[in-house]
């Protein structure tokens, strides 16, 4: 299942004019800190026909070139697991951690919002699309140690291979990535957010880069982060 920390994922049902979702979620990340066991998502409809949900989460052991990976967890429940908002009305999920064991580091977790299309309702000849957000939420202790990742690049191809090896207890959120080289010259930038190096594991992306060609180092991330902008170095790997 491919997901993203934001991911809206249209999947046409019925053919001719498309109607934009109407669905709003908020916030786009849930992080609560020890002793707190609980926390809330809005869901609101904002258009004028009402709207089916389908609320689950899992625990988000890590990440693979295919998106999150995801398993099915008891340990964080969420209430209620469907609901029908009514138009121009918000509604409330509450997300409980129920695990009787303290948390231990960090736990990260996916929550995933599924609009569920009206096979009856909706107006004639219209696209409806199923959408979903998936809003990644972190239950943390309160002596989890920092992120500390250390970085490594590979050539792939004409593809970067990095990777982000996170040593410490807490993620790495990245945004408006760029891989620069030894000259200064920029191989490849994403903007927006980039991704997550979640504590204790390795993140590995292959991406495209700027001319097929990855020059001289040394070579740099640079990226905004939660706890501010991130100007790393990346070791070159030989290659296999």
């Not at 695990?99 to 996916?110: D, F, I, L, M, N």
């Not at 979903?132 to 309160?142: C, L, V």
Request: charged content about 15%.
């Amino acid at each position: 299942m491919k997901l993203m920390a934001l991911a809206v994922m249209p999947l046409c049902l019925f053919a001719s004019v498309a109607e934009a979702s109407s669905l709003r979620v908020a916030p786009i990340l849930l992080d609560v800190s020890a002793p707190g066991a609980a926390t809330t998502l809005n869901l609101r409809n904002e258009g004028d026909e009402k709207l089916h949900v389908q609320i689950r989460i899992f625990r988000w052991t890590g990440n693979t070139q295919a998106g999150p990976s995801l398993e099915p967890t008891g340990d964080v429940v969420v209430s209620p697991p469907a609901a029908t908002l009514l138009p121009a009305t918000e509604y409330v999920v509450r997300v409980v951690r129920v695990a009787r064991q303290p948390v231990a580091g960090e736990e990260s977790y996916r929550i995933l919002v599924d609009e569920v299309p009206d096979a009856v309702g909706g107006k004639a000849n219209a696209v409806r699309f199923a959408l979903r957000y998936s809003i990644p939420a972190f239950f943390t202790a309160a002596a989890v140690s920092a992120a500390n990742v250390s970085w490594s690049l590979a050539a792939k191809g004409n593809a970067a291979v990095l990777t982000a090896s996170n040593a410490g207890g807490r993620r790495l959120r990245l945004a408006n990535l760029k891989l620069v080289d030894g000259r200064g010259a920029t191989l490849l930038q994403r903007p927006g957010l980039f991704g997550y190096a979640l504590g204790n594991t390795s993140t590995t992306w292959t991406l495209p880069v700027r001319d097929g060609v990855i020059r001289s180092g040394p070579f740099k991330v640079v990226a905004e982060t939660e706890a501010g902008a991130l100007n790393a170095v990346v070791a070159l790997q030989p290659p296999r």
